[in-house]
């Protein structure tokens, strides 16, 4: 039976939680509770595909808290957080928050999807439940009104810097131009086509520059995606610009 969507706190509703640390679920439906939203955990064994997960989410919440990490201390999960928040935003029009304990996800697992997943928090930031109501908030804004101006995209140059091995894969680090601060920004190479996914393809790449929409108003380097990426690497020599090494 779908859920009817009338609940006592109408502008969040039913908060499904999906984490596979069950503890730390407890921490997030507890947290919850405590400031009136009614929260469900999900049965990790009973959603191990991408697909019944959404179908679960969409016929008995109204909302999303879900970790990058599913199948860490759970197995059997083919899919992680971000790519479930980002279908369930992107094409249930759910709001969700995703959340995560570790730095490293950022770049690899999470950076692909930010452009669906507005509202990224800490695992520490999980135990104030002020903060996630606000996340599903912001993130409804965001599915009804567009994304606002820190998420507003620019098209612009991103510097290739490094090419490396990673858990999840082969990784990139780029800088990017125009974005006020300069330090790099960690994604897959993956993102640039499937012939970056061998190592040596990718090491080709660095100190060139490709060009893609970035949200250059991002305040932090956890907030930046980008999108419409342009397929052809440049030589940065043939552009009026530079850019600068760290300092």
């Known amino acids: 039976m779908l859920l009817d969507h009338v609940t006592d ?28 939203v009614q929260a469900i955990i999900a049965d990790l064994d009973m959603v191990p595909t991408l697909e019944s997960a959404i179908q679960w989410i969409r016929g008995n919440a109204n909302a999303v808290i879900c970790d990058v990490q599913l199948n860490n201390l759970h197995g059997g999960i083919d899919y992680d957080g971000a790519q479930l928040l980002a279908r369930v935003i992107g094409d249930e029009r759910i709001p969700g928050v995703l959340t995560t304990g570790f730095k490293d996800d950022v770049g690899m697992l999470v950076r692909p999807h930010r452009g669906h997943i507005p509202v990224l928090v800490s695992r520490d930031e999980t135990e104030d439940p002020d903060i ?6 912001m993130c409804r804004a965001e599915i009804d009104s567009g994304r606002g101006g820190e998420r507003q995209t620019h098209r612009t140059a991103l510097y290739i810097e490094k090419a490396s091995m990673a858990d999840t894969g082969v990784a990139l680090d780029a800088r990017v131009g125009g974005w006020a601060r300069r330090i790099s920004m960690r994604f897959p190479a993956a993102m640039l086509g499937s012939d970056f996914e061998r190592i040596e393809h990718a090491r080709r790449s660095v100190g060139q520059v490709f060009f893609a929409a970035v949200n250059l108003a991002a305040t932090s380097e956890t907030e930046l995606f980008f999108e419409d990426i342009e397929p052809e690497l440049v030589d940065p020599e043939r552009l009026s610009f530079h850019f600068e090494a760290e300092q």
């Not at 996630?132 to 908030?137: I, K, P, S």
């Open 9 to 36: 706190t109408p502008d969040v509703g039913i908060v499904a939680v999906l984490d596979d640390d069950t503890d730390q679920a407890k921490i997030v439906r507890f947290q919850l509770e405590d400031v009136g």
């Open 132 to 137: 996630l109501v606000a996340g599903v908030r």
